[in-house]
């Protein structure tokens, strides 16, 4: 399975962004997706889930209200809608994936497929 994620960018604060994350060499709908973000000298963080059958799950309440996490299934694609953007969103967000235990964590290491990662920076 490999994933490809895309969308980062510039933009001012209260601006918008979408991300995508493609999954290739595998059916999208066997797995999990969570996009995760490291911001410049802190950890990894997860920020939102979107599981296989379940509902989406925000793992960082700051944004609760300005991100949403979709999927299309037929497309092989996952987006995060990202609007209102602030400073602090600014990070590298990832994709990941998992597959077999579908259930939503914010633990990294829970997760076997990760895209490259791509930089979202949010000026003020």
């Known amino acids: 399975v490999q994933l490809q994620a895309s969308g980062g960018g510039w933009v001012q604060a209260g601006g918008l962004l979408r991300l995508s994350c493609e999954v290739s060499g595998s059916t999208l709908s066997d797995y999990t997706i969570t996009w995760f973000r490291q911001a410049p000298g802190k950890e990894r963080e997860g920020v939102l889930c979107?599981?296989?059958?379940?509902?989406?799950?925000y793992y960082v309440d700051s944004v609760k209200g300005r991100f949403t996490i979709s999927r299309d299934n037929a497309m092989n694609t996952v987006y995060l809608q990202m609007n209102s953007l602030k400073p602090e969103d600014t990070a590298v967000y990832y994709c990941?994936?998992?597959?077999?235990?579908?259930?939503?964590?914010?633990?990294?290491?829970?997760?076997?497929?990760w895209g490259q990662g791509t930089l979202v920076t949010v000026s003020s």
């Open positions: 979107n599981s296989r059958s379940g509902p989406s799950i």
């Open positions: 990941a994936a998992r597959g077999v235990v579908t259930v939503c964590t914010s633990y990294a290491r829970a997760y076997p497929y």
